[in-house]
């Protein structure tokens, strides 16, 4: 049973309350989608945490009513971060999503969203008919390969074109991965574990036939999956290097870039952040661009606010979704910057949809195209490596 490895931590909870709202400076929300619910106890972390014992103690059947609370969480791990007691309270939950989807108890949306990868092998569903993938970016071998995931490939395909020229313009051996494969991790996120490990053997198998040695990732799904969550299965381990968009560009940018005269705001994606740790690599980045001016949201670093797009809530709440998204673009707008930056292909086609929508005067972009946008290509630098 799943849930009997955290069965100690789950007794522990104090049922304090703080994993809630404190309204404290830099802290405004701690559970970003508590607000935007219909605010039962069961639609935030301490709630949750007496779900995962009754299913524990099987003390309750699941009801549909049930696991719509359940699947509100989008795992970004901030009430893990303001836990007085360090509960893992990311691993409970997700051990309660594995116990309840390995007993067959899953949302529609979910289902949908399970048979689309296991019957083409991404989570949008039949693969459209144009290609995103630049020509000169598709190679069988390379020593960088990008990949983009399915998010990026299919909802911010601009994304995978400023990484193509972004690379070219830096003179790298690369190449992009483009078989339109899902990393499994959006079935990872809901609990469906051995679904899966089946999307992954396939896009691990399609990755080792171009025997790259460094394996870079934008979005923070495919990069946690791909450096974390393959090692810890035998048949997904590899020994590539995988590194994160922002770690790559980091050592091969600086004195390559044209000056932006912009005031900027980062948001940082919870599983990059929170999950990974990896905060000031993106920073350092753009820091590198000289005019611009970093400016923090109120909510920054392990305070960041959720974007609300994780943990399958998109799929299933999509209300909840977006009023989440709104909160932290209120954040976003009162820092007064011309650009909101992230690098999570979720958080930015939200931001893209709502800003669009609410016509505000911020633009967002990804560190990739913003990057592109400045990098000195050709006869712009006397630099002909990136390395």
Same mark, same amino acid.
């Given at each position: 049973?799943?849930?009997?490895?955290?069965?100690?931590?789950?007794?522990?909870?104090?049922?304090?309350?703080?994993?809630?709202?404190?309204?404290?400076?830099?802290?405004?929300?701690?559970?970003?989608?508590?607000?935007?619910?219909?605010?039962?106890?069961?639609?935030?972390?301490?709630?949750?945490?007496?779900?995962?014992?009754?299913?524990?103690?099987?003390?309750?059947? #699941?009801?549909?009513?049930?696991?719509?609370?359940?699947?509100?969480?989008?795992?970004?791990?901030?009430?893990? #971060?303001?836990?007085?007691?360090? +509960?893992?309270?990311?691993?409970?939950?997700?051990?309660?999503?594995?116990?309840?989807?390995?007993?067959?108890?899953?949302? &529609?949306?979910?289902? &949908?969203?399970?048979?689309?990868?296991?019957?083409?092998? @991404?989570?949008?569903?039949?693969?459209?008919?144009?290609?995103?993938?630049?020509?000169?970016?598709?190679?069988?071998?390379?020593?960088?390969?990008?990949?983009?995931?399915?998010?990026?490939?299919?909802?911010?395909?601009?994304?995978?074109?400023?990484?193509?020229?972004?690379?070219?313009?830096?003179?790298?051996?690369?190449?992009?991965?483009?078989?339109?494969?899902?990393?499994?991790?959006?079935?990872?996120?809901?609990?469906?574990? %051995?679904?899966?490990?089946?999307?992954?053997?396939?896009?691990?198998?399609?990755?080792?036939?171009?025997?790259?040695?460094?394996?870079?990732?934008?979005?923070?799904?495919?990069?946690?999956?791909?450096?974390?969550?393959? &090692?810890?299965?035998?048949?997904?381990?590899?020994?590539? %290097?995988?590194?994160?968009?922002?770690?790559?560009?980091?050592?091969? #940018?600086?004195?390559?870039?044209?000056?932006?005269?912009?005031?900027?705001?980062?948001?940082?994606?919870?599983? +990059?952040?929170?999950?990974?740790?990896?905060?000031?690599?993106?920073?350092?980045?753009?820091? &590198?661009?000289?005019?611009?001016?970093?400016?923090?949201?109120?909510?920054?670093?392990? =305070?960041?606010?959720?974007?609300?797009?994780?943990?399958?809530?998109?799929?299933?709440?999509?209300?909840?979704?977006?009023?989440?998204?709104?909160?932290?673009?209120?954040?976003?707008?009162?820092?007064?910057?011309?650009? +909101?930056?992230?690098?999570?292909? @979720?958080?930015?086609?939200?931001?893209?949809?709502?800003?669009?929508?609410?016509?505000?005067?911020?633009?967002?972009?990804?560190?990739?195209?913003?990057? =592109?946008?400045?990098?000195?290509?050709?006869?712009?630098?006397?630099?002909?490596?990136?390395?």
């Amino acid at each position: 049973m799943a849930l009997e490895r955290f069965a100690r931590y789950i007794y522990d909870c104090t049922r304090c309350g703080f994993c809630r709202v404190w309204g404290w400076e830099g802290v405004e929300h701690v559970c970003p989608t508590y607000p935007h619910t219909t605010a039962w106890d069961t639609e935030y972390a301490r709630g949750r945490v007496r779900l995962a014992r009754a299913v524990l103690e099987k003390e309750l059947d #699941v009801t549909p009513d049930m696991l719509e609370h359940i699947y509100e969480c989008t795992l970004c791990g901030n009430c893990e #971060v303001h836990c007085p007691i360090e +509960l893992p309270l990311v691993d409970i939950f997700h051990a309660l999503r594995e116990e309840l989807a390995g007993g067959g108890c899953q949302l &529609q949306t979910h289902e &949908q969203i399970t048979f689309f990868i296991e019957r083409y092998d @991404n989570p949008y569903g039949p693969k459209p008919d144009e290609e995103v993938v630049p020509e000169y970016a598709r190679k069988e071998t390379a020593e960088v390969l990008f990949f983009p995931g399915c998010t990026n490939t299919r909802m911010a395909p601009e994304e995978v074109e400023a990484v193509a020229e972004l690379f070219q313009g830096l003179g790298l051996d690369f190449a992009i991965f483009d078989d339109d494969t899902c990393c499994g991790f959006p079935l990872y996120e809901i609990g469906q574990m %051995e679904g899966f490990r089946r999307a992954a053997a396939r896009t691990m198998e399609r990755i080792r036939r171009r025997q790259p040695k460094i394996i870079v990732a934008s979005c923070p799904a495919c990069y946690r999956a791909l450096k974390e969550l393959y &090692q810890q299965d035998e048949e997904l381990r590899h020994d590539f %290097e995988v590194q994160h968009l922002s770690e790559f560009l980091l050592p091969r #940018v600086p004195g390559r870039l044209k000056p932006l005269v912009e005031k900027v705001t980062w948001h940082d994606p919870c599983v +990059l952040g929170r999950h990974q740790g990896i905060y000031e690599e993106p920073r350092e980045v753009l820091r &590198q661009v000289p005019g611009l001016e970093l400016v923090e949201m109120e909510s920054h670093h392990e =305070n960041s606010l959720c974007c609300g797009a994780g943990g399958g809530v998109f799929f299933s709440r999509q209300d909840v979704a977006v009023k989440t998204v709104e909160s932290r673009l209120e954040q976003a707008l009162a820092t007064r910057a011309r650009y +909101l930056v992230t690098s999570c292909p @979720n958080c930015y086609v939200r931001f893209r949809q709502s800003i669009r929508k609410g016509r505000r005067p911020i633009r967002p972009a990804s560190l990739a195209t913003l990057i =592109n946008e400045v990098l000195k290509h050709g006869t712009d630098t006397d630099a002909s490596s990136g390395d």
